[in-house]
């Protein structure tokens, strides 16, 4: 019993915050190897679409301008990175039924450092699977015209979509009840949105409705920057966000995580019903 | 004065229109045993979350070792460790990986938190499995994961809440036997439990909860005492031998005669003396018999005389108040 009854004495402030986060990160990420199906999940459906899209429906879609491997796959990279949302709250709403949160909530560490531990190794996990996405993209013969500025760009940017979308995620997974809501919800209404952002056909063409939706949707600003920086000359337009896609995705990822965040933290604060 | 391992004070926690706890006064000595007892939804693992500030309460106080498990929450976390109902480990993660995990976030440093937690494996034997992940591991080996977990820099206070429900018996012995030596190195314990026997084992004092307020407390002795005296049950060979001890022992006896079991319950204040005139009674008059016992109450007895109703939840009952 003397290495157990030898307490060391207790670690504050930011470097306590950050070597919780650390190894809470570490605990997420071990899931991967050992819940490969996850990772699946996120990295299937995007696949999937690839091939329906360029090889089932695509010979009927006509984009003028540009060719349409050029057109679906920033499509189908905004799509995955949207897709983190549900990634990400199924995730979380699985393991925050599990009783090991509890038992981090009663130990003395910092309590921020279990939501921001769970953001990051879900941020890691949704990395991970966009990165398979594109390198099935590439394989298949996309060829991405970036400048190296560019492709600066466009990692930052994915980066901070994927951070925002994440957030958003882990508060959702905190709202639901279950796993199972989560991905309802997710597939009622984030996959209409993603096919509603330009992402397989031209916003012009769609009617009315879904046009204005598109307009103004998060996930079409996303696509329509990844489109543009990959494809120079490929602007949408039809909105103030269409026409400057980049600068409408930095300002919507500032507006997402300056509404996740905070609720996501009183949301876990809140201690949930016995 | 010396300070309550636990204390509260008028503790209350209201879901919506229900009180899940409601006026809970509790005091535990350092260094005992207390089990709260109670059925299913009686609020015992309210009142267990409220002690490890999972859960504010609605109303009342409650101290850990002197300190206000909501104004000083982060000292109480240091001080007290639950381990719930269900298994509190990662199931992605390796008997020892959880272990490990659980020692650093505790503050210790990689090798540090490598030897405590070879050190639990040992003391809890879970060197077998200790590199099997938890989700493979059965329902009593996570148990025992799960109680190293809550010992990890030897808590003050140590609360378990329902740690045998789902086990098989063989487990729950297992269970029991390694609370049993934590006990005898002196931690403080809260358990909570819907077993009577379990409560009966293991504490010094039991608390009866029945929704969310507590009916009886005491030693597992005590509460019996107050459910009455033992008694010696004879059960009759058949109908005719029943009728028969009916006649012989109403002669001599105080008896409550259960005709459907064809058993004969008799008052034995004086137990061994009791069950042996009733023996040679029987044997004198030559009538069969399948079985002559002596019972003492068991907590079964004391939770049915002191809530009205058995250990099971009761049925939700219109409300007949006027409104």
């Known amino acids: ?274 | 004065m010396i300070e309550k391992a636990i204390k509260t004070q008028g503790l209350t926690k209201r879901f919506g229109d229900l009180f899940a706890v409601e006026d809970f006064d509790l005091e535990v000595e350092v260094g005992t045993v207390v089990a709260l007892l109670g059925p299913n939804g009686a609020g015992k693992t309210t009142i267990v979350r409220m002690l490890a500030t999972l859960l504010a309460p609605d109303g009342g106080r409650a101290w850990v070792a002197g300190h206000d498990v909501v104004r000083e929450a982060g000292r109480v976390r240091e001080l007290i460790s639950l381990t719930g109902q269900f298994a509190a480990l990662d199931k992605n993660l390796t008997a020892r990986e959880n272990l490990v995990l659980m020692a650093k976030l505790r503050g210790r440093r990689g090798r540090d938190a490598g030897a405590v937690a070879d050190q639990l494996i040992e003391r809890f034997d879970v060197v077998d499995y200790r590199d099997r992940l938890v989700k493979n591991l059965s329902g009593g080996e996570r148990r025992r994961v799960d109680l190293a977990a809550g010992l990890i820099d030897r808590p003050q206070v140590l609360v378990l809440d329902e740690p045998t429900t789902g086990l098989d018996p063989r487990s729950r012995q297992v269970v029991w036997s390694t609370i049993r030596e934590l006990v005898l190195d002196g931690v403080t314990l809260l358990l909570t439990t819907q077993y009577l026997e379990e409560a009966d084992a293991l504490a010094d004092r039991v608390v009866l909860i029945d929704r969310g307020r507590q009916v009886a407390a005491g030693t597992p002795a005590q509460l019996k005492g107050q459910v009455g005296q033992p008694r010696v049950d004879v059960v009759a060979a058949d109908s005719a031998a029943f009728e028969q001890l009916v006649e012989l022992l109403r002669r001599q006896f105080t008896i409550t005669p259960l005709s459907e079991q064809r058993t004969i319950s008799i008052a034995a204040p004086e137990l061994a003396a009791d069950l042996a005139r009733v023996a040679s009674a029987i044997e004198a008059a030559e009538i069969g018999v399948d079985e002559i016992a002596l019972r003492r109450p068991t907590l079964d007895d004391a939770f049915l005389a002191l809530t009205g109703h058995t250990s099971q939840v009761p049925e939700p009952e219109e409300s007949a108040v006027a409104r």
Request: charged share 10%; hydrophobic share 55%; proline share 7%.
């Open chain 1, 1 to 274: 019993m003397s290495v157990i009854t030898a307490t060391p004495p207790a670690q504050r402030g930011p470097g306590r915050f950050l070597r919780d986060t650390a190894l809470l990160t570490w605990r997420s990420l071990r899931a991967i190897p050992r819940v490969p199906e996850r990772l699946l999940d996120v990295t299937i459906q995007p696949v999937v679409f690839i091939l329906l899209f360029l090889y089932v429906f695509g010979s009927a879609i006509h984009v003028p301008g540009i060719n349409y491997k050029d057109f679906l796959f920033p499509g189908i990279i905004g799509q995955s990175l949207a897709f983190g949302i549900i990634g990400a709250g199924v995730a979380t709403s699985n393991d925050m039924t599990e009783g090991v949160i509890d038992r981090f909530r009663s130990m003395p560490i910092n309590r921020l450092s279990i939501i921001t531990g769970q953001v990051m190794g879900q941020f890691c996990e949704q990395v991970l699977g966009v990165t398979i996405t594109v390198a099935v993209g590439l394989a298949l013969g996309w060829s991405p015209h970036l400048t190296f500025a560019h492709g600066v760009e466009l990692f930052a940017l994915m980066a901070l979509g994927l951070f925002a979308f994440t957030w958003c995620g882990v508060l959702f997974g905190m709202l639901v009840r279950t796993p199972d809501a989560m991905q309802g919800a997710g597939f009622i209404v984030i996959l209409p949105l993603t096919f509603m952002a330009g992402t397989f056909v031209p916003i012009a063409g769609m009617d009315a409705i879904p046009r204005a939706i598109a307009e103004w949707d998060p996930i079409s600003a996303l696509v329509a920057s990844v489109r543009g920086l990959t494809t120079p000359g490929a602007q949408a337009g039809g909105s103030w966000q269409l026409d400057h896609p980049e600068v409408a995705m930095a300002l919507w990822c500032v507006l997402i995580l300056a509404v996740c965040v905070p609720l996501a933290l009183r949301r876990f604060n809140r201690t949930l019903a016995a």
